[in-house]
């Protein structure tokens, strides 16, 4: 062999290829052949320094920014806990809120069906006076 230092082994584990003209990983700084010089190729480590992409979370579809040097996993985490509107864990707000004010009925409605004269709240059902034995007659 006439050129002892002509060329580089490759840096992937699986590889060891000797390549003349090898390429340097710009986040690793490691010499990979020309299977394994990209990042995916060779599983970088340090590839979120340099292959900057836009996260998107998963549960609200909207895009988190990243710094860059942040890894992008530990941001949409920390969104997850704290940023996110979409909350599986939280209770939805209730539709039916308005109770009957009639005595022994357990019905409730979307919208405030109020009387005139008592200005109690009532279901559909009781909603008249007579119906609800109205006390401001």
Request: net charge positive; glycine share 6%; charged share 30%.
């Amino acid at each position: 062999m006439e050129f002892p230092d002509l060329g580089k082994h490759c840096s992937e584990k699986t590889c060891k290829q000797l390549d003349f003209l090898p390429l340097k990983c710009d986040a690793c700084n490691q010499d990979f052949c020309k299977d394994h010089f990209t990042y995916a190729g060779h599983k970088c480590p340090f590839a979120f320094k340099k292959d900057v992409k836009v996260p998107v979370c998963p549960l609200c579809n909207v895009p988190i920014p990243v710094k860059r040097g942040e890894i992008p996993d530990v941001v949409v985490g920390e969104h997850i806990d704290k940023d996110c509107a979409y909350h599986p864990g939280k209770k939805k707000e209730k539709v039916f809120t308005y109770r009957c004010s009639k005595e022994g009925c357990k019905k409730k409605e979307m919208l405030s069906l109020a009387c005139a004269q008592c200005q109690g709240s009532f279901c559909i059902q009781h909603r008249h006076p007579l119906d609800h034995s109205c006390k401001a007659r």
